[in-house]
């Protein structure tokens, strides 16, 4: 469940709204062993919104987000005791 949440102002007071959707999110983790407490790796994270979603102000779009995204980066993981 994807949760887009949204809030503005209209002349004096604020408006928001706030609308879940369905949406697949999967990763893909890699990592090297660096010694025996430390490594290091990629990851890669991706979302797909199952269903699209709009949001209009004043029959004005505004917003509409994409339906697929992604995320890569690199990762350090180290054992403390």
Do not use: K
Request: no cysteine; charged share 15%.
């Amino acid at each position: 469940m994807i949760l887009t949440s949204m809030t503005g102002r209209r002349s004096w007071r604020p408006e928001s709204t706030r609308r879940v959707g369905g949406g697949l999110e999967f990763g893909l983790l890699a990592d090297v062993a660096v010694s025996a407490r430390v490594s290091i790796g990629a990851a890669v994270s991706a979302l797909w919104l199952l269903g699209a979603q709009s949001y209009a102000f004043e029959n004005t779009s505004v917003f509409q987000p994409p339906p697929f995204g992604a995320v890569a980066g690199i990762r350090l993981s180290a054992a403390l005791d």
